[in-house]
């Protein structure tokens, strides 16, 4: 069975497997590249399959070890949770990208914009979560929550500035429900890296 440091390990490539995910997703949908998709399902695959083996060396680490290591056993499946649901909310968004490729959909100049920036927002997130993993340092973690805006708040505004696009005719209603669909699926990867960043800094090294 693995020790808690080799299953960090593991933990941590699953963190950049997830920040890899998300980045090629974003790829793909700004380049509208339909050959991009199955490299981002491989990425799923992995992360799905890093996620069942963590997942069972974490169990053991539960059973029968120190206090310590079994409350850090505890976060870290907390951990890999919110990383193999990243996962699943980047093939969320990769169905709707290839929705709009293949029924040539376009979006406004200002819906790109505005996705574009949620999605750094994310992405920005993401990468300090992983590296503060692959560092094993937790509290590095704690950028991540500081001086950031509600991601809801943002969600709200560009949906609302959405709406009046379509009331204008300026997308279609099928665009309309794949954008919406992609931001709230953006602030849902935001939330959950969010959450992996308060779980490390639960974490006592």
């Keep these: 069975m693995a020790g808690l440091n080799e299953v960090k390990v593991k933990i941590a490539q699953m963190s950049r497997g997830a920040s890899n995910m998300w980045r090629h997703t974003y ?7 339909l050959d991009l998709l199955a490299g981002v399902l491989d990425e799923e ?31 870290y499946a907390d951990i890999v949770g919110d990383l193999e649901l990243i996962g699943d909310y980047c093939k969320d968004i990769l169905e709707r990208v290839q929705i709009k490729i293949e029924e040539k959909l376009l ?14 927002k994310a992405e920005r997130a993401l990468e300090e979560v992983a590296s503060a993993l692959e560092q094993d340092k937790p509290c590095l973690a704690g950028e991540v929550l500081k001086g950031q805006g509600h991601i809801d708040n943002l969600v709200d505004a560009c949906r609302k500035r959405h709406n009046q696009r379509l009331a204008q005719g300026i997308c279609s209603p099928l665009a309309c429900n794949m954008f919406l669909n992609m931001l709230d699926f953006t602030a849902a990867v935001y939330y959950h890296t969010k959450k992996i960043a308060k779980s490390l800094l639960k974490i006592k090294i």
Excluded: P, W
């Design 107 to 120: 979006f406004s100049e200002e819906a790109v914009i505005e996705f574009s920036e949620l999605y750094q």
């Design 45 to 75: 695959n992995r992360l799905n399959t890093l996620e069942k083996e963590i997942t069972q060396d974490l169990v053991g680490l539960m059973r029968g070890h120190s206090q310590k290591e079994e409350a850090q056993a505890a976060i």
């Design 27 to 33: 790829q793909a949908f700004m380049e509208h590249d």
